[in-house]
C-alpha cells in the first residue's frame, strides 16, 4: 500500500455537521435515542423519564426541544387515553396498534364511517340478495358510495353476522345453499 493511501485511510471520519443529531445536547441525544428505537410503536413519556436516567424536568425540556426541531411528533395512543403524551420519531407513522387503524380518526372511533359502510353493505346484499365480499367491495368502489378496503368490509360483515343483522352461508361450490335467508352473505 502507498503511503498516501495509508494516509487517507488512518484519517478521521468528520462529523456530518448537517446531520440534526450532531448539534444536540447530550440530553436530548439520549431522549431521542430512547424514542427512536420504539419505532413505529412509540414511547409513553413516563417511560423516557424512568429509561433515560436523568431529572423528570430536564426530560420534558428535552422532548419539547426535539418537538420544535421536528425530530419527534406527539401521537395518540388508543389503548391508554390518559398516556397522553405519547411520542415517536418523524421518520415512523404509528401502528395500527397505537392508532386502532382504520376505524379511528383523530385517537377516536370513528362512528360516522362505520355507519355508512355498515349501511352501505346492507343495501348492497338487500339488493343483491346473496353477496360476496369481493362482490360488495366491486360494487361500493364502482359506484364510490364509501371509499374502503375488502379487510375493512369483511371486518364489518362479520359484525353484522354477530349482530344477527346478516346470516353467513358457505356455498358448496356448486351452487348449492342448505336456506336463503333475506340477508346473506357468501364467503
Request: charged residues 30%.
Amino acid at each position: 500500500m502507498s503511503r498516501s493511501r495509508e494516509a487517507a485511510a488512518m484519517k478521521r471520519k468528520r462529523p456530518d455537521l448537517d446531520s440534526p443529531i450532531q448539534g444536540l445536547p447530550d440530553a436530548e441525544r439520549v431522549v431521542l435515542s430512547l424514542v427512536k428505537n420504539k419505532k413505529n410503536l412509540g414511547i409513553w413519556v413516563a417511560e423516557v423519564k424512568k429509561e433515560a436516567n436523568l431529572p423528570p424536568t430536564l426530560v420534558d425540556k428535552s422532548l419539547t426541544a426535539l418537538v420544535k426541531k421536528k425530530l419527534i411528533k406527539q401521537v395518540v395512543n388508543i389503548q391508554n387515553k390518559g398516556k397522553k403524551k405519547h411520542y415517536m420519531t418523524v421518520e415512523f407513522e404509528p401502528s395500527e396498534e397505537l392508532t386502532g387503524g382504520s376505524w379511528y380518526s383523530e385517537g377516536n372511533l370513528d362512528k360516522e364511517f362505520i355507519t355508512v359502510l355498515r349501511d352501505a353493505c346492507l343495501k348492497v346484499i338487500e339488493l343483491l340478495k346473496v353477496a360476496t365480499v369481493e362482490g360488495i367491495h366491486n360494487f361500493l368502489k364502482k359506484r364510490k358510495v364509501v371509499e374502503c378496503t375488502s379487510q375493512q368490509i369483511v371486518e364489518i360483515l362479520n359484525s353484522m353476522v354477530l349482530d344477527n343483522a346478516i346470516i353467513e352461508v358457505k356455498s358448496t361450490g356448486l351452487g348449492e345453499y342448505h336456506s336463503i335467508p333475506v340477508r346473506l352473505v357468501c364467503y
